[in-house]
């Protein structure tokens, strides 16, 4: 069903909580009711990351995979166990095996390849609990919203926790654009305080620099609407256009001088 509705779709995402495992370099997803009694029933029990992978490359475009899945899993241990001991197939297989990454896609790992990831002591992992919390900040590009989710899960497990995250995307994506839509919708006010709100609202967008800009071209435009409607108006002077215009400093009501006073001057 997710194959089908990712087929063509702009954006196809995968989130996935639970076990997982590696096994001959291959990760497979432990459905809850999984019935494993040894590497045979892997095959049958399980499902193959790479089966994501394909459902996934049916979106036209941007891919994500976000796995939660790289815990210390109990199935692998009681396996080893069975089988008398490490295997070749699963000596040293901790959390998951590298995935191949493609064009257009994100994986975003819950901790480092071959290492494994902490459950927590709530309903949520620290690496879900951190996903859950930056999801909720729009205007992140997803590059930096995994990146602050590194960095909190580093903070959580004191160190112990490193997620990794591969992009390969040509141009940017954001998960939560709630701030693209609100700014939409003021992008042409001249509403200074909405511009504000938008400002407080979403600290981290990537439009809050045009907001900005915006809001001070309109304190500008209405500083400079208020110094002119406080300007004196100009001086108006009445000009009679019947009256012929004088030239020089003669008072046209005087007397003109003789030619004889004229050349006496």
């Known amino acids: 069903k997710f194959?089908?509705?990712?087929?063509?779709s702009d954006a196809a995402l995968f989130y996935y909580a639970g076990h997982a495992l590696q096994y001959q370099g291959r990760n497979y997803l432990v459905p809850v009711d999984a019935q494993i009694e040894d590497e045979i029933s892997l095959h049958y029990q399980t499902i193959p990351i790479d089966d994501v992978r394909v459902a996934l490359d049916r979106a036209s475009g941007v891919k994500v995979m976000v796995l939660d899945a790289c815990r210390n899993n109990p199935i692998v241990e009681a396996l080893r166990r069975r089988a008398g001991g490490e295997t070749r197939s699963l000596s040293g297989a901790r959390g998951l095996a590298r995935i191949d990454r493609t064009q257009g896609m994100v994986i975003a790992f819950s901790t480092a390849a071959d290492e494994v990831a902490a459950?927590?002591?709530g309903r949520n992992s620290p690496f879900t609990s951190a996903f859950v919390k930056r999801l909720m900040e729009p205007g992140l590009e997803i590059e930096q919203l995994f990146r602050r989710v590194a960095a909190?899960?580093?903070t959580a497990t004191g160190g112990r926790q490193r997620p990794e995250t591969y992009v390969s995307l040509l141009s940017e994506y954001y998960l939560n654009q709630t701030d693209r839509?609100?700014?939409?919708?003021i992008k042409d006010s001249s509403d200074i305080a909405a511009l504000q709100t938008f400002i407080t609202n979403f600290p981290t967008s990537s439009y809050v620099s045009d907001a900005r800009y915006r809001a001070e071209r309109?304190?500008?435009d209405q500083q400079l609407r208020a110094q002119l409607a406080a300007k004196p108006p100009a001086e108006h002077v009445e000009v009679?256009?019947?009256?012929p215009?004088?030239?020089?400093?003669?008072?046209a009501g005087a007397p003109r001088p003789s030619a004889e006073q004229q050349r006496v001057n």
């Open 3 to 8: 194959a089908r509705l990712a087929t063509d």
């Open 119 to 121: 459950d927590g002591q």
């Open 152 to 154: 909190d899960v580093n």
């Open 181 to 185: 839509t609100a700014y939409d919708r």
């Open 218 to 220: 309109i304190k500008l």
């Open 240 to 243: 009679d256009r019947d009256k």
């Open 245 to 251: 215009a004088t030239a020089g400093r003669i008072d």
